[in-house]
């Protein structure tokens, strides 16, 4: 879902900076080789420097936050199992009181009823009953 989609977004920006990052690293490569004279430490080769450095510090962090997306989905799998496993759970306990002690519940109380008896006692009054 989201989070799912945001970890695919990751993936794909990350493998879009690391080619932006092979095309500087080449670019600086090619320029650090050139020979005698043309070989200076000019603005442009400066920029190229930032420019690979600045790319290596997205990438860390791209990498970072695919990191922590990732982790969420492993803690949201883990909760749906224990809550899959609760509901196993709570299941399993409705039937056993539905199917199993229910049966012994109403043979109790078919018992209790068979055995149980009122009796009349006439008590006109309230005072009439007897407290002990």
Known sequence: SD?????????????????????????????????????????AMHRLIQEVDDLHAAIDELHSKLCQEENAVQLLLRTKSILEQDL?????????????????????????????FVTSIPFSQPHDLITV
């Open 88 to 116: 196993i759970i709570k299941n399993n306990s409705l039937f056993i009181d539905s199917e199993k002690v229910m049966s012994i519940r109403r043979k109790f109380m078919m018992d209790a009823s068979e055995k149980s």
């Open 3 to 43: 989070v799912e989609q945001t970890i695919e977004y990751l993936k794909k920006t990350i493998a879009d900076q690391e080619v932006f990052l092979q095309v500087a690293q080449t670019r600086l490569e090619t320029r650090s080789r050139r020979p005698n004279i043309e070989a200076c430490r000019d603005s």
